[in-house]
């Protein structure tokens, strides 16, 4: 059964993430909602359990989701997708059905990366058409009859792609774009603030995701420490050879 996840390294939490104000307020109601499950329960008022996380790559789909699985103090599955789509007529259906069943039996958050690969359209032309009509209507079923003490989450960068009978069942949509200049600026002030101020000179780039904004710091924090200490190394160098000189 463990074939079907990919391990989680590290926990995240929200601290660890810039969100825009929109989405902080989206996934703030959303905790909110789900720590307070069994009051609104008790009133008969639905608790959002199913979230649909897309948007351009790199932009905190999969932090959101591990934060949110952190928050709750729930563990996170995320499905390993090369390993549930199988060739084999049937067996993704089955594979999926076994991954929901662990999951409601942990009271887990099931997460869903690149969710575009198992949500296609079902109006195929080619020879997969009929085995992927039935994982797509073998996952609506198990959606719908997901308990409401599991979070399911899905993230996809190609939402145009998923089947729209599929978009429908996630109650939170949430919209993850290239963030701002103010908060890119935020990103790159919490990044760099780990570091010794002689280190911290970094060439801010703007309109590009958080991870091609935190790629952007490493690359330039390791030069300016590897330059410092070829500076290092040059200066012990001279101030060994003008010692010399002045021995002889």
Partial sequence: MNHLFVPNMGKVDF???????????????????????????????????????????GCGKTMTAKAIANKLEKKLKTINLGNIVSSKLGETSRNIAAAFK??????????????????????YDNTDSSEMKRVVNSMIQLIDSL???????????????????????FELKLEFHNPSKIYLDQLYDRLISKYPKE???????????????????????????????LVKKATILLEEKRLMSCNN
């Fill in 102 to 123: 662990m999951v409601e039996s942990q009271e887990a958050v099931l997460f869903f990366d690149e969710f575009d690969s198992l949500g296609k359209e079902r109006n």
């Fill in 147 to 169: 308990p409401k003490n599991s979070i399911l989450i899905a993230a996809t960068n190609q939402i145009g792609l998923i089947d729209e009978a599929l978009v429908r069942r």
């Fill in 15 to 57: 601290e660890d993430i810039v969100f825009d104000q929109e989405l902080s307020v989206q996934v703030a109601q959303f905790l909110r909602e789900y720590e307070h499950f069994e009051i609104l329960s008790k009133f008969g008022l639905p608790v959002v359990n199913k979230l649909l996380l897309f948007g351009k790559s």
């Fill in 199 to 229: 280190y911290q000179k970094v060439n801010r780039i703007y309109d590009i995701s958080f991870a091609e904004a935190e790629t952007i710091v490493m690359r330039e924090v390791k030069e300016n420490i590897i330059q410092a200490e």
